[in-house]
């Protein structure tokens, strides 16, 4: 009396459209205390996953400061800590169009502007910030926030800054200039920010 | 224990018939004593009426009401399925009496209801256990359908009442329900400090997973319900993690390459990784293997391509690309090969692929944003929202529910829809700005 299917009588008269899609083959009394596991059995707790340092690739991870998480990939020596650039009123935010990433006429000219001071100043390492607005989703706006930083580093290259001198770090549309949701707020928030730091 | 008898007969259309979705006629009014809640979802289909009495505390002294509660917490569960109407009664049916137990189905039966979920709770100190009994009650018989226990610390409490909606479910229709699940999202205003939290499904309990006070964003949960990857600044740079909420464990580094390290995405096997990395040049998507700590690269344009999301069956990974000028779908077979493009025209980023495998979520930008799907093939793309802003959609793992952030309340908050796009639910409230949910696979 217990079958699986004594209910078919029930759910019959209810018409519940697709949802009724047969019998499941379990039976219906059982004393389990919880179910088993849903997910893979592949990654279970102290699987190798952890044990190996990630990114087996030709660049080696960094970040491995000591705070913290578990393993570090590998020495971070190739990346600056943001935290010690600070921004100097010389070196000017350059801006972008919606979902763009080319470097506009007007904008050139200042980064000539910005390539000159980094050029008379060599001692200088520079951090590039690129930033979005709030249009677009965040996961996009970091790899477009990516592109902008990385555009505004070619042309400061090609205008002879040593690209060994130069960081970049997107932050996507996580850290805006201005709340306001309006085009005047948007325009300053597509920007490339600079930030300096003696070598 | 107490005994109550009065489950009389009372039809009360309930007030969580959501706003701007017709209800369906109220059944007659009658007596004091039992509600029917009748929470609408568009199609016009009909569900089952289900009876779910306060659950009987057969063991330990029940002083936070937790009989109570559960029967409430599991009606919800079952009203949310969008399969349920639940007719509510007042008071519990006692334990080991056929006869006050058959008086009580009568009743409920009378007011409308189908089939009866009786609960029998023990609270054992730091445990709990359930037994649940499901009836059939549309004939004289009361046919007992199922019999199942369930144990919990009693720390987590509304988890039993959540497997118990989820065999409800189960038993209906052959597939468990999803209650027993979380709904990790961030927490935090742009400009500040974003933290990753989880909730139940429902938005109850949220608990914090990072605290670290860096901007961290886009969680993902793994196919076994044990980790979130998840992008963190909290060494400086867009760094990619894996957190594992349910365990005294201390956070995994998975990618921190130079440039960003972002958008993970769990193959169903949870064996694989994919992810966006910029440190070959531009944001390419890539795939580490999570024995083994080997990267493979599947994609090489000059352009933006981000956000992987498998196919539930592992051999497809469909993506963002702005390679047409603007970024849209594209999907691509896992090794990389056989690109083409699913969307066109818009603005198209946040593919996730449907567990039942033919359908992708996305966002559309149209000025605001709304979620939209699409079949695989690329045809038959339809908006499910409208109101507000609409973003970062997340499957239930049945693939029936989708949860999103909205700012139609005027801050960011997450709700649930079915996957047509009604019955939406809010699932967070409050002053915080919570967005990018990610829906857990059931839990184990």
């Known amino acids: 009396m217990l079958s699986r299917c004594s209910h078919v009588l029930v759910a019959s008269l209810l018409v519940l459209g697709v949802v009724l899609t047969g019998c499941a083959k379990r039976p219906a009394t059982t004393q389990a205390a919880a179910p088993a596991p849903t997910g893979a059995a592949a990654t279970t707790p102290g699987s190798s996953a952890q044990a190996q340092p990630p990114g087996g690739g030709a660049t080696p991870p960094s970040g491995g400061s000591s705070s913290g998480g578990t393993q570090s990939g590998g020495a971070s020596t190739a990346r600056p800590a943001p935290s010690e650039f600070v921004s100097i009123a010389e070196l000017k935010d350059i801006h972008f169009d919606f979902d763009k990433y080319d470097i506009r006429p007007g904008d050139a000219k200042m980064l000539d502007t910005n390539a000159g001071w980094l050029k008379s100043n060599p001692n200088h390492l520079v951090l590039i910030e690129g930033h979005c607005d709030e249009r677009g989703t965040n996961e996009y706006n970091l790899a477009l926030g990516e592109r902008r930083a990385k555009s505004t580093m070619n042309y400061l290259v090609s205008q002879g800054v040593q690209a060994s001198r130069i960081t970049i770090i997107s932050y996507g549309e996580e850290r805006p200039l201005c709340t306001e949701h309006n085009e005047e707020c948007w325009a300053k928030n597509r920007r490339a920010h600079f930030l300096v730091k003696p070598r | ?444």
């Open chain 2, 1 to 444: 224990m107490t005994v109550r008898r009065s489950l009389v007969v009372a039809l009360v259309v309930s007030l969580l018939a959501l706003p701007g979705l017709p209800p369906v006629a109220p059944p007659p009014a009658r007596a004091q004593g039992v509600d029917v809640f009748l929470n609408v979802t568009g199609g016009g289909s009909r569900k089952l009426n289900i009876a779910i009495p306060e659950f009987t505390v057969v063991a330990g002294n029940d002083v936070a009401g937790a009989g109570k509660q559960l029967a409430s917490v599991a009606g919800a569960d079952l009203t949310f399925s969008g399969l349920f109407s639940v007719v509510a009664g007042t008071g519990s049916i006692p334990a080991n009496n056929p006869e006050l137990l058959r008086q009580s189905w009568a009743e409920f039966a009378a007011a409308g209801a189908h089939a009866g979920v009786h609960g029998l709770l023990a609270l054992r100190g730091e445990r709990a256990e359930i037994e649940m009994r499901l009836y059939d009650i549309t004939t004289p018989a009361h046919r007992l359908i199922a019999t199942r226990k369930f144990e919990m610390p009693a720390a987590q409490m509304r988890r039993l009442a959540h497997k118990v909606a989820d065999e409800v479910v189960l038993q209906f229709t052959g597939e468990p329900g999803i209650a027993d699940t979380k709904i990790a999202y961030v927490v935090g205003p742009a400009g500040a400090a974003k933290e990753i939290v989880m909730a139940d499904y429902d938005g109850a309990g949220a608990a914090p997973v990072t605290r670290n006070g860096s901007i961290n964003l886009m969680p993902v949960w793994s196919p076994d319900a044990r980790s979130l990857a998840f992008t963190s600044f909290r060494q400086g740079y867009p760094d990619l993690y894996r957190a594992f909420p349910f365990e005294r464990r201390p956070e995994q580094t998975l990618a921190a390459f130079i440039g960003i390290n972002s958008s993970p995405s769990f193959s169903p096997d949870g064996k694989s990784l994919a992810m966006t990395l910029s440190k070959d040049g531009n944001p390419e998507i890539y795939v580490l293997s999570l024995a083994s700590g080997t990267m493979r690269r599947l994609t090489r344009h000059a352009g933006i391509d981000t956000e992987p999301t498998w196919s539930p069956n592992g051999r497809e990974i469909a993506f963002v690309s702005d390679r047409g000028g603007v970024p849209h779908i594209f999907v691509m077979d896992a090794e990389g090969a056989n690109v083409r493009q699913i969307t066109s025209g818009g603005f198209h980023t946040q593919p996730r692929w449907s567990p039942r495998g033919d359908m992708i979520a996305y966002t559309q930008r149209a000025g605001t944003h709304d979620i939209w799907v699409v079949d695989v093939d690329g045809s038959n793309p339809r908006r499910l929202t409208s109101g507000g802003d609409n973003q970062g959609p997340t499957w239930a793992p049945n693939g029936r529910h989708l949860a999103f952030q909205s700012s139609r309340s005027g801050r960011w908050q997450i709700y649930a829809m079915l996957a047509d796009g009604n019955a939406l639910t809010a699932l967070t409230r409050g002053s915080a700005e919570n967005t990018s949910p990610s829906w857990s696979p059931r839990l184990p």
